[in-house]
């Protein structure tokens, strides 16, 4: 195959059961999805709390374009940072209980600008081998030594530590492991952080909105703060409803940001609608508390029936659901399967997850009734022989 051989590559990768593609939606973001006329009830939105259609929301987003027309036209240090912009962050600083927080577009160059600029090739990065992909390709761009660890196993975090020599290291991790619903156990990194005179970067993009006091995100489950984890990353591309993304941490944290984050400086600033949208939508996340209440009922229901028909279904109490599948092949099946019973759960398999690891990812929405969790039930138990038995070792 030469090296310009696409089609070759793209047969190779559809018979590896790895192909994905593109469906255009035809209705607003919620529970139930319209593809080609037909609907179906959505289990793979990261729309926990149901926001992403709310008609404050939609009403701010209408303002702001109002107030400051669709685009930026700039970068935030040229002209394109507005007053949108800066209310936004100076509310994100309160909600966060941190000196400062910085707009990105996309979690994405969030993750690509804080390590990107605050890493050299004398740093070395300590990261969770279940990381985003945005932490993996951002610490490779940094130039640091990288040394992955065993997922949220702080003995073999601690022995990475031990075996080399480093002037500088950052311990970054996930706070809500975004394909397995699990919480990093910060406590404990943050324990051993501070014996190796090492900072922490929490990349809590899927916990903000959802868990800890408020919503407030990983860190305040936990009870922990700036002093804890210097660095925070959040999005508001899921519980949140909205579009973009920040960091929160010290003044001398955001301004080195402000002055060395390419993804910052060199590219066009957020729109401000969406800025007044995220901002509505985090007023809403804070003040609606019956969302969290709902969607953990509703965590707590389907957990406690998937229990009972023994699926395979991985250990989480967060509105990610993983269903363990192992092979991409049956994954992309069972699926499919789904979907002729007018039921969408997308199927996840590698690079996604390591492999033999395939998955049906579940998400809940504060916005589901527990009338369309049945009907998934009811279509799980139909499926339930194209499962994997419920085994501790695959799980």
Same mark, same amino acid.
């Given at each position: 195959?030469?090296?310009?051989?696409?089609?070759?590559?793209?047969?190779?990768?559809?018979?590896?059961?790895?192909?994905?593609?593109?469906?255009?939606?035809? #209705?607003?973001?919620?529970?139930?999805?319209? *593809?080609?006329?037909?609907?179906?009830?959505?289990?793979?939105?990261?729309?926990?709390?149901?926001?992403?259609?709310?008609?404050?929301?939609?009403?701010?987003?209408?303002?702001?374009?109002?107030?400051?027309?669709?685009?930026?036209?700039?970068?935030?240090?040229?002209?394109?940072?507005?007053?949108?912009?800066?209310?936004?962050?100076?509310?994100?600083?309160?909600?966060?209980?941190?000196?400062?927080?910085?707009?990105?577009?996309?979690?994405?160059?969030?993750?690509?600008?804080?390590?990107?600029?605050?890493?050299?090739?004398?740093?070395? $990065?300590?990261?969770?081998?279940?990381?985003?992909?945005?932490?993996?390709? /951002?610490?490779?761009?940094?130039?640091?030594?990288? =040394?992955?660890? !065993?997922?949220? +196993?702080?003995?073999?975090?601690?022995?990475?530590?031990?075996?080399?020599?480093?002037?500088?290291?950052?311990? $970054?991790?996930?706070?809500?492991?975004?394909?397995?619903?699990?919480?990093?156990?910060?406590?404990?990194?943050?324990?051993?952080?501070?014996?190796?005179?090492?900072?922490?970067?929490?990349?809590?993009?899927?916990?903000?909105?959802? $868990?800890?006091? #408020?919503?407030?995100?990983?860190?305040?489950?936990?009870?922990?703060?700036?002093?804890?984890?210097?660095?925070?990353?959040?999005?508001?591309?899921?519980?949140?409803?909205?579009?973009? !993304?920040?960091?929160?941490?010290?003044?001398?944290?955001?301004?080195?940001?402000?002055?060395?984050?390419?993804? *910052?400086?060199?590219?066009? !600033?957020?729109?401000?609608?969406?800025?007044?949208?995220?901002?509505?939508?985090?007023?809403? /996340?804070?003040?609606?508390?019956?969302?969290?209440?709902?969607?953990?009922?509703?965590?707590?229901?389907?957990?406690?029936?998937?229990?009972?028909?023994?699926?395979?279904?991985?250990?989480? #109490?967060?509105?990610?659901?993983?269903?363990?599948?192992?092979?991409?092949?049956?994954?992309?099946?069972?699926?499919?399967?789904?979907?002729? =019973?007018?039921?969408?759960?997308?199927?996840?398999?590698?690079?996604?997850?390591?492999?033999?690891?395939?998955?049906?990812?579940?998400?809940?929405?504060?916005?589901?009734?527990?009338? +369309?969790?049945?009907?998934?039930?009811?279509?799980?138990?139909?499926?339930?022989?194209?499962?994997?038995?419920?085994?501790?070792?695959?799980?």
């Amino acid at each position: 195959m030469s090296s310009w051989d696409l089609k070759t590559k793209l047969v190779q990768h559809r018979a590896r059961h790895l192909y994905r593609s593109v469906r255009a939606r035809l #209705n607003a973001q919620g529970t139930t999805t319209r *593809y080609q006329e037909q609907d179906y009830v959505s289990f793979c939105s990261n729309n926990y709390l149901g926001l992403a259609n709310h008609p404050d929301l939609i009403q701010a987003l209408q303002k702001g374009a109002e107030d400051f027309g669709v685009g930026s036209a700039s970068s935030h240090l040229i002209n394109g940072h507005s007053h949108a912009h800066h209310e936004l962050e100076e509310a994100l600083a309160d909600y966060t209980e941190r000196p400062r927080a910085l707009l990105f577009s996309t979690g994405y160059m969030a993750n690509l600008g804080v390590l990107t600029a605050l890493l050299g090739k004398q740093d070395v $990065v300590f990261s969770d081998r279940l990381n985003h992909a945005s932490i993996v390709d /951002a610490v490779q761009l940094s130039g640091a030594a990288v =040394k992955r660890y !065993a997922h949220a +196993q702080v003995e073999h975090l601690m022995q990475r530590m031990f075996d080399v020599d480093y002037q500088r290291a950052l311990i $970054v991790s996930d706070g809500l492991f975004s394909m397995d619903g699990d919480l990093a156990p910060l406590p404990e990194l943050v324990k051993v952080a501070k014996v190796q005179d090492a900072w922490i970067m929490i990349d809590d993009a899927h916990g903000m909105g959802v $868990v800890g006091e #408020n919503g407030k995100g990983t860190l305040s489950h936990y009870g922990m703060g700036i002093d804890d984890v210097p660095i925070l990353m959040g999005t508001f591309g899921k519980a949140f409803g909205s579009f973009g !993304a920040f960091v929160a941490g010290s003044d001398e944290l955001i301004e080195t940001l402000v002055q060395f984050a390419r993804t *910052y400086i060199y590219t066009t !600033a957020l729109p401000p609608s969406i800025a007044a949208a995220s901002h509505m939508s985090l007023k809403i /996340a804070q003040k609606e508390s019956w969302r969290r209440e709902r969607l953990q009922t509703l965590i707590t229901y389907f957990r406690k029936c998937a229990a009972q028909l023994d699926l395979p279904l991985m250990p989480s #109490n967060t509105p990610i659901q993983p269903l363990m599948v192992g092979e991409s092949e049956n994954a992309v099946a069972l699926s499919k399967a789904l979907l002729d =019973k007018g039921i969408e759960v997308t199927a996840i398999r590698p690079p996604s997850v390591p492999r033999h690891s395939a998955r049906l990812r579940i998400t809940l929405s504060a916005e589901h009734t527990q009338a +369309q969790v049945d009907r998934l039930l009811n279509a799980l138990e139909a499926l339930r022989s194209h499962f994997p038995k419920h085994d501790n070792a695959l799980l």
